[in-house]
């Protein structure tokens, strides 16, 4: 049986094709949801995208409320968006904010 090479560092870039396929959709797809997801940031070198294995994940959330869960993509922007305030405890409406941030200061100060 062959030995692995434990040496050779694992990539944690992936190009636009191979994380097509580990998302189970075409290159072209994962282009046009870079266009309507704002979370969606491959890194560019030289023309190419390289995705990163946290980009790789937002891709799969994205998949499974499209595909599995029949949000629409702007049903899925929004249900991204609210998860994302929840989980930073942040509220958009301009008469909480202010209390929203003396209670983050606060928790920053007892940190």
Known sequence: MPKLNTNKPIDPYKT???????????????????????????????????????????????????????????????HLKNKDEESHGISEHPDTILEDLKRIRSNLQSS
């Open 16 to 78: 636009i094709s191979r994380a097509a396929e580990i998302v189970g959709v075409d290159s072209h797809v994962l282009r046009f949801w870079e266009k309507e997801f704002s979370s969606i940031k491959p890194i560019r070198n030289n023309g190419r995208r390289y995705y990163t294995t946290k980009t790789i994940d937002t891709i799969l959330n994205i998949k499974n409320l499209l595909y599995n869960k029949g949000f629409t993509i702007q049903g899925a922007k929004n």
